[in-house]
Structure formats: C-alpha cells, structure tokens
C-alpha cells in the first residue's frame, strides 16, 4: 500500500529547514521512480534538464560533446591551469596537501595522483550541497580510504586543519578561488544574471543570509562601498542609491528581478564598458559581501606560514583584481619578512589554448610561494 499524499507532505514539512532548503536547492539527477525534466526540440536548454551532462559516468558521449563545443556540461566543473597549478606545487610520492577549494575535485584528483603511494590529501569546502558529491566521485576512483579526507569548512580555518593533520605544518595547499560552474549554473543558487532564481547567492545556504536579505540591511553608503571595493564600480554612489530605491518600492528577491533593474538604468559607462560588465559587477560584490570572500581570504593568507611546513609551497588561483591585490601583496610582504623564500615573479596565465577551450578560464591568475626553511 502507499503513503497517503498527505502524509508524504507532511512529512517533508517536518524534516529539519536546511534539509528542505538543501534539497530543493540541490539538482540531483531524478531518481528511478522520478520522471526526467522533458523538453522541447532537440536539446535541453534549462540546467534542470541536462540529465545527462548531471550524469557524465552514464552518457560519457553527449559529454563529449558539449566540451568539444567550450562549454562546461552542466553540474560539472572544468578544472583551470591543472598542469601550471602542478608545475608550481611539484607533488612527491608521501607529501601531504590540502585542497582548500574542493570544488568538482579534478585539481584533488590530479593531486592525489601524484601523492600516492604514501601521501594524503585533504579536501576542504563549505558548500554542503556539492561536497558529498564531489566526495562519492572522487571515492569512487579507488584511491586509498585513508588517503583522502574531505571536511566541509571554510579555508579561513587552514592552520588549524594543517597542524590537525601534520603537527609541523603541511607540504603542499592551493585555493583556487571564486565559485564552482556547478554553483553558478544551477539557478536556483543564485549566483548569475544569466538564469532566473532566488536572490541568494550563498555557497553555504545553512549559513549567513541571502543577498535579497543583504540589501535590506544596507544603506546606499554602504552598498556603494561595497561595489566599489569588491568589484571597482566607478559609479557606486548612483547605482547603490538607484538599487536600493528599487529595493524600498518592490523587494528584489530574484536575479531576474535585479537584472531587469540594472538594464534600465541609465548610468554614463565609462569608455569601453558596457552594460552587462556593469551587471556582472553588481552581482561579483554582492557575492563577495554575501560569502564575506576578502575576510575568508584574509584570514587564510594570514595564517598560512603557520600552516605550511619548512619547504612547503602554496598555489592561489585567482579571478579578479581585489583578490589578486590580496595574495600579490601577502607574498610579497612574506617573502620581504624572509617568511618565504620564493615567491612567483610574475602572475601565471592559462594558456591560449586553455582560454579558448574554456572561456571561463579567462581572467585566472596564479601565484604561487614557498615557505622557508628556518
Ligand atoms: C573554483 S571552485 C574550485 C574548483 C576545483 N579546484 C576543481 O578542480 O573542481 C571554488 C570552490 O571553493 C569553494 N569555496 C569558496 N570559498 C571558500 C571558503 N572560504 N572555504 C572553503 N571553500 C570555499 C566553493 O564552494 C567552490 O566549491
């Protein structure tokens, strides 16, 4: 016999809330007695509806497909600079590195490789939506059990992790920064213009609150500030009062909603800018504001000559200016204080071919140091 509809409701409204907000915001591939998303014409255009780019192991051909196309298949992530990201790490057979910035995995994986036999390596995320998954992938490649352990925290928390792990600090880390294609391309995250869904923009949705709630809090003043430091809007004082006079009037809880406002305004741009940088400003700092990204990075290249052991290395990839001033000048003061031996001279770039390949490889840049030896 089954459950009367009326229980099965109930039931879901008595899971504990981050539960229900997990699971309606996680885009999980539809279990057997789940009926897929259908579509019309030939091919899926919503996210929910790519079930077979969310299932790469089963239709490892349409993948195919959509790669050799530049695109990122949906719910995957296509990892940036692996072999520059390897070059400047150089991994050894028995070290110990941890992933701050676990993601898909494919950095770990690559990592991981090049650390066994004898090494480990820790992965670390706060997206609680996308790490089990990344978690079951990489397990399922057969690497040791003991060889990979994966925590959901946030990388400011790095001293504590490395010195658990290795009391005199750990070989290798990297962080590659920013957010993962599987949190950008599913809507109901929030985080692009590009596709309609709630104005939230969490990559933990357990913690703090949503950039819809985030306005509600802000002065223009502070808004303003908030553009201009996380994203170097010249016209914050205008776009913050203008957004949130809009907000006071009708409440911007979706991304439509905001984008929709930002094309109407009437802003001067300056000389080469166009309105949809302008937009993708607004939407990088108030992400950045939501996920408190510069305070997590702060905190992160603070401690990490505490976390890194003598000889140790650290590569940092990043995807605009305000981070990459950030690790710039933390190596740098490093490696004047005699913290680092080695810093890169010069910011590392993805190749031709890789930006080409992977549009969304474009604006990274890699910095890499080594930690003295005492
Ligand atoms: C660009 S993706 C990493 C992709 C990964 N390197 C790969 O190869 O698949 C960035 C990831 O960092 C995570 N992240 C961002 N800020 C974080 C923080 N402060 N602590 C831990 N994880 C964070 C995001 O949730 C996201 O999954």
Wanted: aromatic share 6%; net charge positive.
């Amino acid at each position: 016999m089954g459950i009367p509809a009326k229980r099965i409701k109930c039931e879901a409204l008595t899971q504990p809330i981050h539960e229900r907000t997990l699971a309606y915001m996680s885009n999980s591939e539809p279990q057997n007695s789940q009926r897929r998303p259908r579509y019309s014409g030939k091919h899926p255009r919503n996210f929910q509806e790519k079930y077979k780019e969310h299932a790469p192991d089963r239709y490892p051909d349409d993948v195919a497909k959509v790669l050799a196309s530049g695109k990122t298949p949906a719910g995957t992530h296509r990892s940036i600079m692996v072999a520059e990201v390897l070059e400047v790490l150089a991994p050894q057979p028995g070290q110990v590195a941890v992933d701050c910035t676990l993601g898909y995995g494919g950095h770990a994986e690559s990592l991981l490789q090049r650390l066994l036999p004898g090494g480990k390596l820790i992965g670390l995320d706060v997206d609680p939506l996308e790490l089990p998954k990344t978690e079951e992938r990489l397990r399922k490649l057969g690497f040791p059990d003991d060889a990979l352990i994966v925590r959901r925290m946030n990388y400011a928390g790095i001293k504590k992790i490395a010195r658990e792990v290795s009391p005199d600090g750990v070989d290798l880390i990297l962080a590659d920064l920013g957010v993962s294609s599987m949190q950008i391309d599913n809507p109901q995250r929030g985080f692009s213009f590009k596709f309609d869904g709630p104005l939230d923009m969490r990559m933990n949705p357990l913690h703090g609150i949503p950039a819809s709630a985030l306005l509600s809090k802000l002065t223009p003043a502070e808004l303003a500030r908030l553009l201009e430091d996380n994203a170097d809007e010249v016209y914050s004082q205008s776009v913050a009062k203008f957004m949130l006079a809009a907000h006071a009037q009708t409440p911007l809880t979706s991304t439509r909603q905001l984008l929709e406002l930002l094309k109407s305004a009437k802003f001067p741009l300056a000389f080469g800018d166009t309105l949809e940088d302008m937009i993708r400003r607004v939407f990088q700092a108030l992400r950045i504001a939501v996920n408190d990204e510069f305070g997590a990075l702060d905190s992160f290249l603070y401690s990490l000559p505490v976390a890194l052991k003598p000889g140790g290395r650290v590569a940092i990839l990043t995807f605009h200016s305000g981070e990459d001033r950030r690790v710039k000048k933390a190596f740098k003061a490093g490696a004047a204080a005699g913290v680092y031996s080695e810093v890169a001279a010069e910011v590392i770039r993805p190749s031709r071919q890789e930006q080409a390949a992977n549009p969304r490889s474009a604006c990274a840049k890699l910095r890499y140091a080594v930690r003295a030896t005492d």
